[in-house]
């Protein structure tokens, strides 16, 4: 049976193509028209159609390189299915190098969304509208917040079993079992009962090559598993092991901090992992993890108050932190820090 063409937004894609298709989403205040750019490959099989977004938060860089470099690799006439690339989704704050949008809402905050909201909503209904519910499955690209960097990890409910299946196929190190917010794209994709995950790697505002490369090699490990490429998935050594609860480490002190631990890095309980002192003096204050686990996220601002966020700690018990160390240690091997 012929494979039929693929339709977004009016417009029809023939098997074997790729095509670029700009849907109207809003003007700015100077009359500037503001498009949602997706590009589409459309297999020469029927398949599954996977939706790859980044930049929901304008600052998040990362998965928008990973779009990029995904887009000059994917080849229509050796895919089944179909896949939709939208490497910008919030464009107001990217052009500001902003997370939020102009009115300072949080876009991953303001799904469905409504036709006839603030423009936070309405960005949301059209993303919905137009290329959510296109999809059968989703993989979000998200790096930390400005001056906080995460280790690569996969966010997932863990008990959706085809969303779990994904995780495990992408290949990070860590799993970390998370329950979608509300307004979220996540919580969106679970009402629709489309599996979605969420990639988080690096940090806000700056490329980390590393982070970039595990998220091509992730998200095409993810089209084979999918059986919309041909091919066995790439670093089989790591072995991604599932982290059910993580928690943040905080100042306890005012002043500088003085990090002991570094990102990836293994820590127990009762283990000093930073210290903080007062700028005007030298008496140090030792700040101690109250968890066995992997640091998963950084502060990279060596000043906090008392009760600032510090670490982000996977906890894991006995040999799954073992178990996890070494995937972290493979990972870090597999993927260098070159620009390329």
Request: charged share 20%; net charge neutral.
């Amino acid at each position: 049976m012929k494979h039929k063409s693929f339709q977004l937004a009016n417009q029809r894609i023939a098997p074997g193509s790729r095509h670029s298709v700009k849907i109207p989403a809003a003007r700015l205040y100077n009359d500037t028209p503001m498009d949602l750019h997706a590009e589409v490959f459309h297999g020469v099989k029927p398949g599954p159609t996977l939706l790859v977004c980044a930049a929901i938060h304008g600052d998040e860089l990362n998965g928008i390189e990973v779009c990029r470099r995904l887009m000059g690799e994917l080849d229509p006439l050796q895919l089944a299915g179909t896949v939709i690339i939208v490497p910008i989704v919030n464009v107001f704050g990217f052009i500001q190098q902003s997370r939020y949008l102009p009115d300072r809402r949080d876009l991953n905050r303001c799904f469905p969304g409504s036709e006839r909201g603030a423009l936070g909503s309405r960005l949301a209904h059209l993303f919905n509208e137009s290329l959510v519910q296109n999809a059968t499955h989703i993989i979000d690209l998200h790096t930390g917040a400005i001056h906080r960097s995460n280790l690569p990890q996969i966010r997932v409910d863990t008990d959706n079993g085809d969303a779990l299946e994904m995780a495990e196929a992408f290949g990070t190190p860590v799993i970390l079992h998370s329950k979608e917010r509300d307004g979220s794209l996540r919580s969106l994709a679970s009402e629709l009962g489309i599996p979605l995950i969420l990639y988080e790697a690096g940090e806000a505002l700056r490329f980390d090559y590393a982070a970039i490369k595990a998220g091509v090699t992730g998200v095409q490990n993810v089209m084979k598993s999918l059986k919309m490429l041909k091919g066995r998935r790439s670093r089989k050594k790591v072995k991604p092991i599932v982290a059910h609860r993580s928690a943040w480490i905080r100042n306890e002190y005012d002043g500088l901090v003085v990090p002991k631990v570094e990102l990836g890095q293994t820590i127990n309980k009762g283990q000093v992992v930073a210290q903080t002192v007062n700028p005007h003096g030298d008496d140090l204050h030792a700040i101690k993890s109250p968890y066995h686990g992997i640091v998963i996220g950084i502060s990279n601002i060596p000043v906090a108050n008392e009760g600032e966020a510090l670490f982000n700690v996977a906890q894991f018990d006995g040999e799954r932190i073992e178990h996890a160390s070494e995937n972290v240690d493979v990972f870090v091997e597999a993927y260098d820090q070159k620009p390329i």
